[in-house]
Each structure stands twice: as C-alpha cells, then as structure tokens.
C-alpha cells in the first residue's frame, strides 16, 4: 500500500455485499443461537445506532424491530430529533422514554455535580460542564480537563484530579446503564434480543460503559471503521441528517466530540491510525497518511495500545474463583 493512498482507498469496500453479510449473520444469530424474535436498538440519533437499525430492519423487516430513543437532561435536542426521523423513516415501532428522573433518583446528577463543585465551588444551576482529554497523542500520559459554562457563557477549565474525575465518569455511566436496563426489559417483554452499536475503533478503544452500552447480544458492526458505518448509511438511504451527523458522545450538558474526550484524534484520523497500526505499517507511514510528524504518530499507536491493555476488562466475563465443569453451550 503506498502511502499516498486515501482514506477512501484504505477502507474502501462493497457496501451492498457487507450488508448482505451482517443481515445474513443476524438471522442466523436469532435462529440457531439466541432463538428470538426480534431486535431492540436504542436510536441516539448518531450514526452508529442508526446503521444498526437499518441493518436490522433490512434483515428482519419493520415489524420485528423496536427502537428507544432515551434522552435525559443532557442529551442534545438535535439527537432525538434525528432519532424521531430515524424511526419514521425506518417505520419501525418506537417509543420515546425520559429518563431523567430515574437518574435523578438514583443520584447521577447529584454525585457528577459533587465533584464537579470540588473543582470549581462556584458551580451551581445553569451552568454546564465537560471532559475534555489530554496527553496520550504527545506521548504523555492521558489527563482529563474539566470545562465549565457559567450562565453567562463564561468558561473555565482545570485540570481533573483522580478522584473528582473517577466520581464524575462512575455517575455519568449511570446514564448508558439506565439505557441499557430499558432496552433488555422491553427485550424480556418482546422476546427480542439486543442490538449493540459500537463500531470497531470504539470496540478495539473500549470506548463504551460495561454493563451499559457495551452490554449487547449483537453487535453487527464491531468490525466496520467508523468511516465505513457513514458510508454504509449513505447506501443503505439514511436521511441526510444522520449521514452527515457529527459524532459526539452526546452525555454531558456542554458540546463535546469523541475525539475530545476519548481518541485525541478526529474519526477520520483516528480510522487510519487503527487500520495502520492493525496491518503494521510503521508509524513514518501513518505520518504522511493523517500528516502530522512521525513522533506524534508513534505516540498514537503507543496510546492505542495503551486503551486496549486499561480497557481489557471492560469485554470480560465476571472471573471465577474456580473452573466450573458441566455443559455450557456457546456458539459457534
């Protein structure tokens, strides 16, 4: 592959045949292993979720999937707007729940602004916060900032201790386990299994919560690049506002894009970056692909595998004292 190669040209593939494929692969997966009816898909209005939908509407028919749109107090108008048009579009049986009060009741924004106000004390009602990351891509090691909005659009950012950065995640993972908790109960109602939506480099990164949207029971696009689901979208004839969506992480109060809290590296980049370092191309070569120096390129891969080794137990079983002998049956 010479490196003056596109993006397209790298990831280029058969849209038609791959869908083909997952479709095939999901109907088998229903019928020889998981033996259910249907799928619920949880519709963010992003583009990972909504290829998913329309994978599993091509695969099923309308009928046979159930689609949730979750917002909360946070979550962006725009989402569940493009969410609505999804499912309407899509004309699959949906149903809009807010789970704000939940996660009031459970404590999600009472523990995040706690450690919100060990930072910066003067925060307090209408202001808005995020995470933004930092360090990884210039060979630190990662650190988390906290930015804040005061009610006159004032912002203020810090740099996160541990603890108040640990508080601040652990209550905001309240949010895609409360998801997740709505979608396997309509799931149990339906008979339907539950569609999870990560892409590869989200699969590859551990960009997801355990137990929370990383809990699924299948994932048809854990192997396309997030390049390669937009380009799925656009073949499968999603409306113009879900093909071209911005991808953000949709989870605190102030705008905030997955490269900014998570890879360091826009979507685009960040595909190359994964897809380089997967076919062991030397770090010179991913420079000139995504044209930054070849020591920032190094300090890419170096922070890949970085988030695969902390993030290798959010894919794991819970771990048993002792193997447990007698059949248990997996599939193929």
């Given amino acids: 592959m010479g490196v003056t190669n596109t993006l397209h040209d790298v990831l280029k593939f058969d849209e038609a045949k791959e869908a083909e494929k997952i479709t095939q692969k999901i109907r088998a997966t229903l019928r020889d292993h998981l033996r259910r009816r249907g799928l619920v898909v949880a519709i963010s209005g992003g583009i990972d979720s909504s290829v998913c939908a329309a994978l599993s509407v091509k695969a099923l028919g309308p009928k046979k999937v159930f689609g949730l749109l979750l917002p909360e107090q946070d979550s962006s108008a725009a989402s569940k707007d493009r969410g609505t048009v999804l499912a309407e579009h899509l004309g699959i049986e949906h149903l809009l729940v807010d789970i704000k009060p939940t996660l009031e009741a459970i404590g999600c924004y009472h523990w995040r602004d706690e450690a919100i106000k060990e930072t910066f004390p003067e925060y307090g009602e209408g202001w808005k916060n ?140 960040m595909d190359l970056a994964l897809y380089a370092h997967n076919h062991n191309l030397p770090a010179a070569t991913l420079a000139e692909m995504i044209d930054v120096p070849v020591a920032q390129a190094q300090y890419v891969y170096d922070d890949i595998e970085t988030k695969r080794k902390t993030t290798a137990m959010l894919h794991w079983p819970a771990l048993l004292v002792e193997k447990v002998e007698g059949p248990l049956p997996k599939p193929e």
Wanted: with cysteine.
């Fill in 130 to 269: 995020k995470i933004a990351i930092g360090g990884g891509t210039q060979g630190k090691i990662n650190h988390f900032q906290l930015i804040v909005q005061s009610p006159d659009g004032e912002l203020k950012q810090k740099r996160l201790a541990l603890k108040q950065y640990l508080q601040i995640v652990a209550a905001t993972n309240f949010k895609q386990r409360i998801r997740k908790t709505m979608e396997f109960f309509h799931a149990d109602r339906l008979n339907y299994a539950v569609v999870g939506t990560p892409n590869r480099v989200e699969y590859d990164q551990g960009f997801f919560v355990k137990n929370g949207d990383g809990s699924a029971d299948i994932k048809p696009i854990a192997h396309l690049y997030k390049t390669q689901v937009y380009a799925m979208a656009r073949h499968l004839g999603l409306p113009e506002e879900i093909c071209n969506a911005t991808p953000t992480t949709d989870t605190y109060s102030l705008p905030q894009g997955q490269d900014e809290f998570y890879y360091a590296l826009p979507f685009d980049k």
